[in-house]
């Protein structure tokens, strides 16, 4: 069973920083690879980075290269994305998603499990 469950998300200043976090209560968190996705009100939901389950693999949106770093936590069954230096058009609901495949992805329907979504607002 996997369950993911967002947090941090929140209302930053445009070259702020937050950092989001995803927990999966399922036991077996790290034969997943996760991923995050974003959804703006009108807009797709577009692909920003994934991670191997082991971690040693990245897959990052050319937008959020050298802005946004995902890292995992296996102990701790969490999934992090650290965004700096945030623009105003990173604002949108923020979704974790979990896989049983390696290839990283960047098309939502190529993930099987999916969060709630934390809101992350980003004023200028």
């Known amino acids: 069973q996997v369950r993911l469950v967002e947090s941090g998300g929140g209302l930053v200043q445009a070259g702020g920083s937050l950092r989001l976090s995803c927990t999966n209560s399922?036991?077996?968190?790290?034969?997943?690879?996760m991923g995050w996705f974003r959804q703006a009100p009108g807009k797709e939901r577009e692909f920003v980075v994934a991670i191997s389950w082991s971690g040693t693999r990245t897959n990052y949106a050319d937008s959020v290269k050298g802005r946004f770093t995902i890292s995992r936590d296996n102990g701790k069954n969490t999934v992090y994305l650290q965004m700096n230096s945030l623009k105003p058009e990173d604002a949108a609901v923020y979704y974790c998603?979990?896989?049983?495949?390696?290839?990283?992805?960047?098309?939502?329907?190529?993930?099987?499990?999916w969060g709630q979504g934390t809101q992350v607002t980003v004023s200028s």
């Open positions: 399922g036991r077996t968190f790290g034969s997943y690879s």
């Open positions: 998603s979990a896989d049983r495949g390696a290839s990283l992805a960047p098309r939502a329907n190529s993930w099987e499990y």
